[in-house]
């Protein structure tokens, strides 16, 4: 009978990054081209290494992988978030959020386990210390993990979200169906989804660590490098890399590790723009413009079709 009481929300008005009227087109023309450029970015740089042999080794695969990833987190949220860019009303149905949420979990996840996966390849970080090659079949299982834990933990916790009740406000302080966004709005127990919650911070900071002693090894391989000039080639490979796993990592921390009573969801929405929209740019930038191999098998490529 107390469930009969509460009206049930078919749909949620998404509060967006702005609300102010003459912000609007410019955010619009601003991620509009951000979101074309991630989109021809990562197509190309998955298309390049399927066409191109030379690219056909594990590390490459695993940077495809990295592509389809960073293809599809924003384009679960940027397209929906332009469309509202451009409407008075910014309303999202209750299965498009719940669908939203999901893949986006799925996604966030899948990039926290493939960037640790990658941590541990050290060709992927710096060439010059690449002397342990990968079997394809472990390439593939680890990968087959990483999108696996995603799917889990997205399944369980859009499971748990399917469950709460919505019955006040229905405006989310988000430009997209985030998490904790969405738990504000309940008016049932959340107890459930709180302790699945607490446990994905608790995975996220094992993840985080983990990476530590990858770096700190390449670090210290780095340096007793003879030659300047070597020392100098290994930094400029690893230093934009470890700056995007920076990013990324430390704008999730600050999204979703700080006290409710610290901060404003506002700084929130700012600092999530860079995990689920930024990083997913600068990553084919990294891997494509500072990766000789990957010139070569673009100049080959374009040369052949030239002729």
């Given at each position: 009978?107390?469930e009969?009481?509460?009206s049930?929300?078919?749909e949620?008005?998404l509060?967006g990054?702005?609300d102010k009227p003459?912000h609007?087109?410019?955010l619009?023309?601003l991620?509009l081209?951000v979101?074309?450029?991630?989109v021809v970015?990562?197509?190309?740089?998955i298309?390049?290494?399927g066409?191109?042999?030379?690219?056909?080794t594990?590390m490459?695969?695993?940077l495809?992988s990295l592509?389809f990833i960073?293809l599809?987190q924003?384009?679960?949220?940027?397209p929906?978030?332009?469309v509202?860019?451009?409407?008075?009303?910014?309303?999202?149905?209750?299965?498009?959020c719940m669908?939203?949420?999901y893949f986006?979990?799925?996604f966030a996840i899948?990039k926290?386990h493939?960037?640790?996966v990658?941590?541990?390849?050290?060709?992927l970080?710096?060439p010059?210390l690449?002397n342990?090659?990968?079997?394809n079949?472990v390439c593939?299982?680890?990968?087959?993990g990483?999108?696996?834990?995603?799917l889990?933990?997205?399944?369980?916790?859009?499971?748990?979200?399917l469950r709460?009740?919505f019955?006040?406000?229905?405006?989310?302080n988000?430009?997209?169906c985030?998490l904790?966004?969405?738990?504000?709005?309940?008016?049932?127990?959340?107890f459930?989804?709180?302790?699945?919650?607490?446990?994905?911070?608790?995975?996220?900071f094992?993840?985080s660590?983990s990476l530590?002693p990858?770096?700190?090894f390449?670090?210290?391989?780095i340096?007793?490098?003879?030659?300047?000039?070597?020392?100098y080639k290994?930094f400029s490979?690893?230093s934009?890399?470890?700056?995007?796993?920076?990013l990324?990592f430390?704008s999730?921390a600050f999204m979703?590790?700080q006290p409710?009573?610290?901060g404003?969801?506002?700084?929130?929405?700012?600092?999530s723009v860079?995990?689920?929209i930024i990083?997913p740019m600068?990553?084919?930038l990294?891997?494509c413009l500072r990766?000789?191999?990957?010139?070569?098998a673009l100049?080959?490529l374009l040369?052949n079709?030239?002729?």
């Amino acid at each position: 009978m107390a469930e009969e009481n509460h009206s049930t929300v078919t749909e949620f008005i998404l509060a967006g990054l702005t609300d102010k009227p003459e912000h609007q087109l410019p955010l619009f023309l601003l991620f509009l081209g951000v979101y074309v450029f991630t989109v021809v970015g990562n197509v190309g740089m998955i298309t390049l290494i399927g066409l191109s042999s030379r690219l056909h080794t594990t590390m490459y695969y695993l940077l495809s992988s990295l592509s389809f990833i960073d293809l599809c987190q924003p384009t679960v949220i940027t397209p929906k978030m332009l469309v509202n860019f451009m409407m008075e009303k910014n309303t999202i149905s209750y299965p498009e959020c719940m669908t939203q949420l999901y893949f986006f979990i799925v996604f966030a996840i899948a990039k926290c386990h493939m960037l640790s996966v990658m941590a541990y390849d050290p060709y992927l970080q710096v060439p010059l210390l690449y002397n342990v090659i990968m079997s394809n079949q472990v390439c593939s299982w680890m990968v087959v993990g990483v999108y696996s834990m995603g799917l889990i933990r997205a399944t369980v916790n859009t499971t748990c979200m399917l469950r709460v009740l919505f019955c006040k406000d229905d405006i989310i302080n988000h430009y997209f169906c985030d998490l904790f966004p969405l738990l504000e709005l309940s008016c049932s127990s959340t107890f459930i989804n709180e302790v699945i919650g607490l446990i994905s911070v608790c995975l996220f900071f094992i993840t985080s660590i983990s990476l530590s002693p990858s770096y700190i090894f390449i670090i210290a391989s780095i340096l007793h490098i003879c030659s300047t000039e070597g020392r100098y080639k290994a930094f400029s490979t690893c230093s934009s890399h470890v700056s995007a796993v920076a990013l990324f990592f430390g704008s999730l921390a600050f999204m979703y590790l700080q006290p409710s009573s610290v901060g404003s969801m506002d700084q929130g929405k700012v600092s999530s723009v860079f995990y689920t929209i930024i990083v997913p740019m600068l990553n084919p930038l990294i891997y494509c413009l500072r990766n000789k191999d990957v010139k070569v098998a673009l100049s080959k490529l374009l040369g052949n079709k030239s002729l």
